[in-house]
């Protein structure tokens, strides 16, 4: 297993798109604190503004900033190996399928994990330094940020489990960004529609959608002056539940995606 740790490591490390990925979410999100912390600063600290600044703005994106690029550096870790016919090499290599599969989920996992954890500390730099932000240990924003790591590193996780289910890098990038940008707004609108008011509620369990509350410390509704109201959708779960439902998802994934790479020809 070791043996396949250091393989998977030095891969990740020596590919200049992990570095241009990483660099480009940390960059990005950044901006968005600095322009968001810039213009509120004279409004006063509080834990929805912070909590934009924190991630970047997840509660106004359908494509998070630092989860996307973690996600397609999870597609590049399988479909790197498959677009360039690698992946005999690699098995030669590592022939243990599922040593295989644990090394790179790891790796992955743990590169999203860190580059998150830098992103929010970034980020609460550049919101201290311009404007005013909460106390990372903030009873309401300390829960808030442990979700929104968890949150980075299950959308690398995914970007895995797609590229080694297709085994076609197109194919899972163009569904990974499709899918939240696109998809999920779509039926989240025609859950509105009256004949589906029975089953309304259902649709607060949509993948990305649950994944976002995990890291959510803002109010969109305050926006409008209808501050504590109800989504069109209806009361939303809570933070726990939303991330299990996000988890479920992303497994639903993946070890289908284990599977097939045990039982089929490389």
């Known amino acids: 297993m070791i043996d396949a740790l250091r393989y998977e490591w030095v891969r990740l490390r020596t590919l200049r798109s992990t570095f241009w990925l990483t660099g480009a979410g940390l960059f990005l999100s950044f901006a968005v604190a600095g322009a968001v912390a810039y213009f509120t600063r004279n409004s006063g600290s509080d834990v929805g503004t912070t909590g934009i600044i924190l991630t ?14 973690m996600g397609l550096i999870g597609v590049l870790a399988f479909g790197h190996e498959y677009r360039h ?11 243990r399928r599922s040593r295989l599969v644990v090394a ?19 980020n609460w730099g ?19 940020m ?3 790591v968890l949150y980075v590193g299950l ?3 995914l970007g895995l489990g797609l590229a080694a289910l297709f085994r076609n ?83 639903a994934i993946f070890l289908p995606a284990w599977i097939l790479f045990k039982r089929r020809d490389a």
């Open 146 to 148: 442990i979700g929104y």
């Open 169 to 251: 890098l197109p194919v899972a990038i163009v569904i990974i960004l499709v899918v939240p940008l696109m998809v999920e707004p779509i039926l989240s609108a025609l859950a509105l529609l009256p004949a589906l008011e029975d089953v309304r509620g259902a649709f607060h369990y949509l993948p990305f959608s649950s994944g976002a509350r995990m890291a959510n410390l803002f109010d969109v509704s305050s926006i409008a002056g209808a501050e504590g109201q109800a989504t069109p959708l209806g009361e939303e779960p809570s933070r726990s539940v939303s991330g299990l439902t996000f988890t479920a998802w992303i497994a």
């Open 56 to 69: 970047g703005g997840i509660p106004f994106s359908p494509l998070p900033l630092v989860a996307i690029f």
């Open 155 to 157: 959308w690398g996780v």
């Open 85 to 95: 016919g690698t992946i005999l090499s690699t098995l030669a290599a590592v022939p």
């Open 126 to 144: 550049i919101g201290s330094l311009l404007g005013e932000t909460v106390s990372l240990t903030n009873d309401a924003v300390l829960p808030a």
């Open 104 to 122: 790179k989920l790891l790796v992955v996992a743990v590169w999203s994990l860190v580059t998150a954890i830098l992103s929010v500390l970034l």
